[in-house]
């Protein structure tokens, strides 16, 4: 059986375009539909004048943890993200006690899976599944906000309205529409992605169940001439508390390559 690192390198190959034809730039005209917000929003990350999005390759740091009372494990990450034919591929490397987890988050076409092995051969977690799909399509919309601003321009996304500082929005892809919120600082960095739709997995004694979920990011950072936010934390809104269980660090975001 192959390494998590191997289906990973495999489901690049295959969902990355093997022929990049020259893709027009984004232009003023592009963001006048959108909500006043998320047009200020891609002018401070600087898409205007820059090709459109297909793909997003990111790299990043940080640590993880099951639950708020479990220890946390330091983790580094790779992941491709591709818009026009919707992907999302996560892998990471973690250390517990000293040894090695990896882990695969795989959303291709329909469907939605994750799992992750200690000492890359005996599995500690596994989904999949409607509601997997379902919480992944939230994930994959949030990396739109945070890792590909420009991405924001599909046609996936209905805006639902907001102010100068929010907006709201649903995004559809394999069937399933999810929603959430950005919310902006007043220099229109996004700042915040809050969502209602994302299962929180089995934890902490607790079953699957819906809880909200947000992104709080900070410390703006140029990535090869976009402006992106690169350090946050992923929270659980659970009734007992907020925890994060993810923190992390953007090392680089690369698009089209």
Not at 23 to 47: C, K
Not at 140 to 165: K, V
Not at 198 to 216: C, F, M, N, Y
Not at 218 to 241: K, M, Q
């Amino acid at each position: 059986m192959s390494s998590l690192r191997a289906q990973y390198d495999a489901d690049v190959s295959r969902v990355t375009p093997r022929v990049r034809p020259v893709r027009p730039s984004v232009t003023e005209a592009d963001l006048a539909p959108l909500p006043v917000a998320v047009q200020r929003y891609l002018r401070f990350a600087g898409v205007v004048g820059r090709a459109h999005v297909r793909t997003v390759r990111a790299r990043m740091h940080g640590r993880i943890r099951s639950g708020p009372r479990a220890r946390w494990m330091p983790f580094r990450a790779i992941q491709v993200d591709r818009f026009d034919d919707p992907a999302r591929l996560f892998y990471f490397d973690a250390s517990m006690f000293g040894m090695p987890i990896r882990g695969y988050h795989r959303y291709v076409g329909p469907s939605a899976t994750m799992l992750v092995k200690l000492l890359g051969l005996f599995p500690v977690a596994r989904a999949g599944g409607p509601a997997m799909t379902k919480a992944e399509t939230v994930t994959l919309f949030n990396d739109m906000c945070l890792l590909a601003p420009a991405a924001l321009l599909s046609p996936m996304i209905q805006w639902e309205g907001g102010d100068d500082r929010s907006v709201s929005a649903s995004f559809t892809n394999a069937g399933h529409t999810i929603r959430a919120s950005l919310h902006f600082d007043a220099s229109d960095a996004l700042v915040n992605f809050v969502s209602d739709d994302r299962l929180r997995e089995a934890a902490d004694g607790q079953p699957a169940h819906l809880v909200r979920w947000s992104t709080p990011m900070t410390d703006v950072c140029d990535f090869h001439g976009v402006r992106l936010a690169a350090r946050g934390d992923a929270r659980w809104h659970e009734p007992s508390g907020e925890f994060a269980y993810i923190e992390l660090t953007i090392d680089d975001v690369r698009y089209d390559e």
